[in-house]
C-alpha cells in the first residue's frame, strides 16, 4: 500500500514546502466558504535558510564555541568578494575574469560588486552588533549572517561562489 | 653608482632566481630621479617562497606563511609570489589573513590574493592588511599565490617587493 500526500510527518523540506503554494495566493485569504485560510510555518521552516555550502561549517559551530566565536566575527567584519580568475592574465592570453561566469572584469562590473558589498558588509556587522547585544549564541549569531549571506541577489551569490 | 648597483644585484638575483630582499634599497623619492624601463623578458614574474627557509610558524588552528615578494619592473606582467603550504592541515579555512608590501604603490595598481591557483583569486589592493573569508570552508593544505600587476600604458620605476605574510586559520 503506497500511501501519499501525507499530512504531519514532519521533515518538510521549507524550500519545497512554499514552492507547493500557489504563488498568487496570499499567506491570508478567504476562501469560497468565507472562512480564512491561514499558512503557519513551523519552526523549521522560519529557521535561517543557510547556504549548502557552509551547513557543515554551521555545524561544527554549534559543537564548538570559540569556532563560533571567530566565525561570526569574521563574517560581519569581512568583505565577501568576486573570486576572480587570472589564469589569462597570467598567460598573456586575455583579462582578468570572474571565475563564475568567465566575464571579463571590467571598472564598471567591479564598482558593482564592489557597492553589493559594502551593504552587505554594512548590514552584517549592524546585525553582528545587535545580536551580540541582545546575547544571542555566535553559533545563532553566524546562522543569521550566514543566512544574509544566502539571501543576496542571484548575480552576486554567483559572483562569490555561493551558488544559485 | 651605488643605484646602478642595486639594479645590477637586482638583475643578478632575478637570473639566479633567489628571493633575495631588495627592499630597503629603494623608496619613492628614489623613484623621483629616473624612470629606469627593463625589457619584459626580465622581469621576474614568479618567486617560489620556499618551506625550508620561509619563517612557518605553526600554532593550534592557524600557519603563517611568509615570503619576499616580486619587484614589479614593467606594467602588464602579472608578478606571482607563491607561498606553499608545508604542514598537511586537513581542517577548513575559517579565515586567511593577508599584509603585503611595495617599496611604493604605483598608479594602476591590483594586487590579488588566490588560493591553489591563479583561477580563485580576490582582490586585496585597497588594503595592505585585511582579512577574508572568500575561500572558507575550503581546505588550507594548499599553496597561497600574492598576485600583482600594474594595468597602465608607459614605464615605471621599479616597486620593490617586501615581506609579504598570509595567516591561514582553519578549524
Same mark, same amino acid.
Given at each position: 500500500?503506497?500511501?501519499?500526500?501525507?499530512?504531519?510527518?514532519?521533515?518538510?523540506?521549507? @524550500?519545497?514546502?512554499?514552492?507547493?503554494?500557489?504563488? $498568487?495566493?496570499? $499567506?491570508?485569504?478567504?476562501?469560497?466558504?468565507?472562512?480564512?485560510?491561514?499558512?503557519?510555518?513551523?519552526? @523549521?521552516?522560519?529557521?535561517?535558510?543557510?547556504?549548502?555550502?557552509?551547513?557543515?561549517?554551521?555545524?561544527?559551530?554549534?559543537?564548538?564555541?570559540?569556532? @563560533?566565536? +571567530?566565525?561570526?566575527?569574521?563574517?560581519?567584519?569581512?568583505?565577501?568578494?568576486?573570486?576572480?580568475?587570472?589564469?589569462?592574465?597570467? @598567460?598573456?592570453?586575455?583579462?582578468?575574469?570572474? $571565475?563564475?561566469?568567465? +566575464?571579463?572584469?571590467?571598472?564598471?562590473?567591479?564598482?558593482?560588486?564592489?557597492?553589493?558589498? $559594502?551593504?552587505?558588509?554594512?548590514?552584517?556587522?549592524?546585525?553582528?552588533?545587535?545580536?551580540?547585544?541582545?546575547?544571542?549564541?555566535?553559533?545563532?549569531?553566524?546562522?543569521?549572517?550566514?543566512?544574509?549571506?544566502?539571501?543576496?541577489?542571484?548575480?552576486?551569490?554567483?559572483?562569490?561562489?555561493?551558488?544559485? | 653608482?651605488?643605484?646602478?648597483?642595486?639594479?645590477?644585484?637586482?638583475?643578478?638575483?632575478?637570473?639566479?632566481?633567489?628571493? #633575495?630582499?631588495?627592499?630597503?634599497?629603494?623608496?619613492?623619492?628614489?623613484?623621483?630621479?629616473?624612470?629606469?624601463?627593463?625589457?619584459?623578458?626580465?622581469?621576474?614574474?614568479?618567486?617560489?617562497? !620556499?618551506?625550508? #627557509?620561509?619563517?612557518?610558524?605553526?600554532?593550534?588552528?592557524?600557519?603563517?606563511?611568509?615570503? &619576499?615578494?616580486?619587484?614589479?619592473?614593467?606594467?602588464?606582467?602579472?608578478?606571482?609570489?607563491?607561498?606553499?603550504?608545508?604542514?598537511?592541515?586537513?581542517?577548513?579555512?575559517?579565515? &586567511? &589573513?593577508?599584509?603585503?608590501?611595495? !617599496?611604493?604603490?604605483?598608479?594602476?595598481?591590483?594586487?590579488?590574493?588566490?588560493?591553489?591557483?591563479?583561477?580563485?583569486?580576490?582582490?586585496?589592493?585597497?588594503?595592505?592588511?585585511?582579512? #577574508?573569508?572568500?575561500?572558507?570552508?575550503?581546505?588550507?593544505?594548499?599553496?597561497?599565490?600574492?598576485?600583482?600587476?600594474?594595468?597602465? #600604458?608607459?614605464?615605471? !620605476?621599479?616597486?620593490?617587493?617586501?615581506?609579504?605574510?598570509?595567516?591561514?586559520?582553519?578549524?
Amino acid at each position: 500500500m503506497t500511501v501519499s500526500g501525507m499530512r504531519g510527518t514532519g521533515g518538510v523540506d521549507p @524550500a519545497a514546502r512554499k514552492d507547493r503554494l500557489p504563488s $498568487a495566493r496570499p $499567506a491570508s485569504s478567504s476562501g469560497a466558504n468565507g472562512i480564512e485560510d491561514r499558512v503557519t510555518l513551523s519552526s @523549521a521552516a522560519r529557521a535561517p535558510q543557510i547556504p549548502e555550502k557552509f551547513r557543515g561549517m554551521s555545524g561544527q559551530a554549534h559543537a564548538d564555541p570559540k569556532l @563560533a566565536e +571567530e566565525l561570526a566575527y569574521n563574517y560581519a567584519h569581512s568583505e565577501q568578494s568576486p573570486l576572480i580568475d587570472l589564469s589569462d592574465l597570467e @598567460a598573456g592570453t586575455g583579462p582578468a575574469k570572474y $571565475a563564475a561566469t568567465g +566575464e571579463p572584469v571590467t571598472a564598471e562590473s567591479e564598482l558593482r560588486y564592489k557597492e553589493m558589498s $559594502a551593504s552587505l558588509l554594512t548590514a552584517s556587522a549592524s546585525l553582528y552588533s545587535k545580536e551580540k547585544a541582545n546575547g544571542t549564541a555566535d553559533a545563532d549569531i553566524l546562522d543569521k549572517l550566514l543566512s544574509m549571506l544566502g539571501s543576496q541577489s542571484d548575480e552576486f551569490r554567483t559572483i562569490i561562489d555561493l551558488g544559485t | 653608482m651605488k643605484r646602478r648597483l642595486t639594479l645590477g644585484l637586482t638583475i643578478l638575483a632575478m637570473a639566479v632566481g633567489c628571493a #633575495t630582499d631588495l627592499s630597503g634599497n629603494e623608496d619613492e623619492s628614489d623613484s623621483e630621479d629616473g624612470v629606469i624601463a627593463l625589457p619584459d623578458s626580465w622581469a621576474r614574474q614568479d618567486i617560489q617562497a !620556499s618551506p625550508s #627557509t620561509g619563517a612557518i610558524d605553526k600554532s593550534p588552528g592557524s600557519e603563517s606563511r611568509t615570503g &619576499v615578494g616580486p619587484t614589479i619592473y614593467s606594467k602588464n606582467v602579472l608578478y606571482t609570489l607563491t607561498l606553499p603550504f608545508a604542514a598537511p592541515h586537513a581542517g577548513p579555512l575559517t579565515s &586567511v &589573513v593577508y599584509n603585503w608590501g611595495l !617599496s611604493y604603490k604605483p598608479a594602476g595598481l591590483t594586487v590579488y590574493l588566490c588560493r591553489n591557483t591563479t583561477s580563485t583569486c580576490v582582490t586585496i589592493t585597497s588594503l595592505q592588511s585585511g582579512s #577574508t573569508t572568500a575561500f572558507n570552508p575550503q581546505t588550507s593544505n594548499v599553496p597561497f599565490i600574492l598576485a600583482f600587476i600594474v594595468s597602465d #600604458t608607459g614605464t615605471m !620605476s621599479p616597486a620593490f617587493g617586501q615581506t609579504d605574510q598570509v595567516i591561514i586559520n582553519h578549524s
